[in-house]
């Protein structure tokens, strides 16, 4: 008997990762808002607004009712973007099954209430806690689609369900670890992003690789701080949803996140740039999110403040810039520094 799949919703990742279980035997249901969208699946085998120039499996379909979608599935994966997350999961409520395997690839945090993914389908969903799994990691779905080699991590509160998961997903050339750290992958997933805004407008100012490898690392280091205030384990970060989504994002043409931050490096205005792009800028909204949470928890971020004042504010990015080079000195890591096993020379 054939396996089936529901992927929620229709956009360039959902349909990279539709292709990947569709290359392990699931039949695969796409739900898209869009009847026009759903005909072009069905009859063309094409996904041209997200993804052209590509034709998908046969084993791939599309549908605008969430009933159909979901019936018989055994896994459901909601590719929504962050702001729809939870009008996503409401819909799909009626539908669910306990014992579905629920896997989110979403990255960012909810507005307004800044919960992550996993807290906002647990909210709408309480019984599919165990089988709730995130995938996350160094992926862009024009390199997915092509069946380019990629690595990505599944983490899961349960370990049974993220290795059912990284069954459902791994493929010769889509390589799947699992991690007990659900809090780390989502926050390290949904922070890249800023950063990602920030290297891209330094491109977009012709400031240099100093530049981009300063912020980089030290965007990491605020990561990392951040992650680990909300409860991550450290080493989270320096894994691949951490530093390994930190440099695809950071450095690839396919980033949506660089090539908004790109534009506005360029003296282009907020509203124009997330209009020419016509998908979701993840990092945009999660520079807000950030912001608020690094007060909640009280931790220093400087990269993102400086690049909240530049985007919701409108500050000049080049004085950011200034802003960011002039602050007080400091040490590089401070609990380093203060550690009796790592020293000054006297």
């Known amino acids: 008997m054939t396996k089936k799949a529901a992927v929620l919703v229709a956009g360039s990742w959902g349909t990279a990762l539709a292709s990947v279980l569709a290359d392990n035997q699931y039949a695969v249901q796409m739900w898209t808002r869009n009847e026009q969208q759903a005909n072009e699946i069905n009859c063309n085998h094409t996904n041209p607004r997200f993804l052209p120039d590509v034709v998908l499996s046969s ?26 997350m939870r009008e996503v999961v409401k819909q799909c409520k009626p539908y669910y099954r306990k014992g579905m395997l629920i896997v989110h690839a979403t990255k960012g945090f909810e507005p307004g209430t ?13 019984d599919c806690r165990s089988e709730l799994s995130v995938l996350s990691g160094p992926s862009h779905a024009e390199e997915v689609i092509q069946k380019s080699p990629t690595t990505i ?10 290795e059912r998961t990284q069954d459902a997903f791994i ?21 890249k992003n800023i950063i ?22 030290r965007g990491l280091a605020e990561m990392g701080r951040l992650g680990m205030a909300m409860g991550a384990h450290p080493l989270t970060f320096a894994g691949l949803a951490g ?4 440099i695809v994002t950071c450095t690839s043409q396919h980033s949506r996140n660089w090539r ?3 534009m506005l490096g ?9 209009s020419s792009m016509g998908m979701v800028v993840e990092g945009v909204k999660t520079t807000q999110a950030a912001y608020q949470l690094s007060r909640l928890y009280k931790v220093e971020m400087p990269i993102t403040d400086q690049l909240y004042e530049v985007l919701w504010n409108g500050k000049n990015p080049k004085t950011a810039v200034e802003d960011l080079m002039g602050r007080m000195k400091t040490h590089e890591m401070e609990e380093v520094a203060h550690n009796p096993n790592v020293t000054w020379m006297e």
């Open 114 to 126: 800044l919960k992550r993914m996993s807290e906002v389908i647990i909210e709408e969903l309480p």
């Open 243 to 246: 530093v390994g989504d930190l």
């Open 196 to 217: 990602a805004v920030c290297t891209g407008l330094a491109n977009g100012l012709g400031l240099g690789d100093n530049a981009k490898a300063a912020l980089m690392t």
């Open 171 to 191: 493929t010769p050339y889509f390589r799947v670890y699992t991690n007990p750290d659900m809090t780390g992958v989502e926050v390290g997933g949904a922070l």
């Open 260 to 262: 908004a931050g790109y």
């Open 266 to 274: 360029q003296g282009k205005a907020l509203q124009d740039v997330l």
């Open 153 to 162: 991590v599944i983490a899961s509160y349960n370990k049974a369900s993220a």
């Open 59 to 84: 084993a791939i379909s599309a549908t605008t009712d969430m009933e159909e979608a979901m019936q018989d599935a055994e896994l459901v994966l909601v590719a929504a973007p962050s702001h729809a």
